[in-house]
C-alpha cells in the first residue's frame, strides 16, 4: 500500500512543486513507484512533468468533480516508475464545486485513490498554495506532510496556519496523519542569515527538520521549462544532489 504525502505551506513559492517533482522522481530512481497528484490549478508540477498542456482531459479536475476514476486519470511520464494525475486550470472551479457538496466533501480525493494505492510504493500531491477545499482534500488523503520551508527572514510567519489546520485535519478527519518532514530549501550555507533562520526553524520542528538542506540552485528553476525534473534535466548539478540526497534520508526515515 502506497504512502501518501501532501506537500503543503500555505506560503507561495517556497518550494513545495519543486520538492515533490524532484524528491519523486529520485525515490523512482531508487525502485520506489511513485505517484505524483497535481492538486494546485496552476499545474506547475504536471509540466515539471512533461505535461504543458492544462486543458487536460481526465484530469484531477474530472476525478474530483466528473466521476472519473483514479484509474482513468493516470499517466505515465517519460520517467520510469515515476507517474502523474495532471492538473487542469479549470481545476480552480473544483473548489466551488466542492464547497457545493453537502456530505463528504473534505474526502472526496481520499475515497478516489483508494483503490490504487495498492499500485504504488507512494503517491505525493502536491498542495496549492492555499489552505481551501483543494488543500484540505489533499490532507484528508494523507498519512504524512511534509512542509518546505524558504529560508529567509521570516520563514517561520504563517506556519501557524497550516500547523493549525493540520491540527483540524487529525482532529475531524485524519487521526493518524503526522508531519513527515520539513524541507529548508534555497538555503545558502554562506550566509549568517540561513544559518539563524534554521535555528529559528530546528527550534520549532526539531527532529522533523530533513538533515539535507536545498540550495538554491538555478538547474533546479530551469529544469521545469524543459518539462523534466532536475534528475534527468542536470544530474549532476548542486540542485540535483541535494534532491537525491533527500529522497534518501527521506527513504531511511520513513522505512525504518
Ligand atoms: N532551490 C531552489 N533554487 C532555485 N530556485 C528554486 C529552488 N526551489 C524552487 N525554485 C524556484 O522558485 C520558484 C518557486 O518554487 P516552487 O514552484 O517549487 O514553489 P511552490 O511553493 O510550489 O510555489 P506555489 O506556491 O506557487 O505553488 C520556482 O520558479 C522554482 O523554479
Ligand atoms: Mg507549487
Redesign the pocket.
Known amino acids: 500500500m502506497a504512502r501518501v504525502t501532501a506537500?503543503s505551506?500555505q506560503?507561495?513559492?517556497?518550494?513545495?512543486?519543486?520538492?515533490?517533482v524532484n524528491m519523486a522522481a529520485f525515490l523512482a530512481e531508487r525502485g520506489k513507484k511513485v505517484l505524483v497528484i497535481d492538486m494546485?490549478p496552476?499545474g506547475?508540477?504536471s509540466s515539471a512533468l512533461g505535461f504543458f498542456e492544462h486543458k487536460n482531459k481526465n484530469s484531477v479536475y474530472d476525478l474530483l468533480t466528473g466521476g472519473k476514476t483514479a484509474g482513468e486519470t493516470v499517466r505515465p511520464t517519460e520517467k520510469e516508475n515515476l507517474l502523474l494525475i495532471p492538473s487542469s486550470e479549470d481545476l480552480a472551479g473544483a473548489e466551488l464545486e466542492l464547497a457545493q457538496v453537502m456530505i463528504g466533501r473534505e474526502r472526496v480525493l481520499d475515497e478516489k485513490i483508494e483503490e490504487i494505492k495498492k499500485d504504488y510504493d507512494h503517491v505525493f500531491i502536491?498542495?496549492?498554495?492555499s489552505l481551501g477545499l483543494l488543500t484540505v482534500n489533499s490532507l484528508a488523503a494523507a498519512d504524512g506532510v511534509i512542509i518546505?520551508i524558504?529560508c529567509e527572514y521570516f520563514a517561520l510567519e504563517g506556519l501557524s496556519q497550516i500547523m493549525n489546520t493540520i491540527k483540524l485535519v487529525k482532529k475531524f478527519l485524519r487521526p493518524d496523519i503526522e508531519v513527515e518532514g520539513v524541507v529548508v530549501?534555497?538555503?545558502d550555507g554562506r550566509s549568517k542569515l540561513s544559518k539563524g533562520v534554521i535555528a529559528e526553524i530546528e527550534k520549532v520542528f526539531g527532529d522533523k527538520v530533513f538533515a539535507t538542506r536545498?540550495?538554491?540552485?538555478?538547474?533546479?528553476?530551469?529544469?521545469?521549462s524543459y518539462g523534466k525534473t532536475v534528475a534527468d534535466y542536470d544530474p549532476k548539478c548542486a540542485?540535483a544532489a541535494?534532491y537525491r540526497a533527500l529522497a534518501a534520508e527521506y527513504q531511511e526515515k520513513t522505512e525504518k
Open positions: 506537500f505551506n506560503k507561495g513559492g517556497v518550494g513545495k512543486t519543486t520538492t515533490c494546485d496552476q506547475n508540477a502536491d498542495c496549492p498554495p518546505p524558504q530549501t534555497m538555503y536545498i540550495p538554491r540552485n538555478i538547474r533546479l528553476a530551469e529544469a521545469p540542485g541535494a
